[in-house]
């Protein structure tokens, strides 16, 4: 990864934040920080948006389904 120029917080609250930056070659890129998983994932805009799209279109099953 490369060094982060310039940094926006752009969500955050108890279980996560997301942050936006440039890095040193101008590339606009995402990092979700999952605070209590201790995972970071790093994504270019473009990834970031298609994830974003991804996940508001998943629907939550019901707690009563059984998981394999």
């Known amino acids: 990864m490369t060094e982060r120029e310039e940094e ?3 969500y955050e609250c108890e279980c996560f934040r997301i942050l936006r930056f440039i890095d040193e070659e ?3 890129n995402m990092m979700v920080s999952f605070f209590d998983h201790g995972l970071d994932l790093y994504m ?3 990834e970031f948006s298609h994830f974003a799209e991804a996940v ?3 629907t939550i099953a019901p ?5 394999h």
């Open 63 to 67: 707690q009563n389904v059984l998981h």
């Open 56 to 58: 508001g279109g998943i």
């Open 26 to 28: 101008g590339r606009a």
């Open 8 to 10: 926006d917080l752009l």
């Open 44 to 46: 270019s805009d473009e």
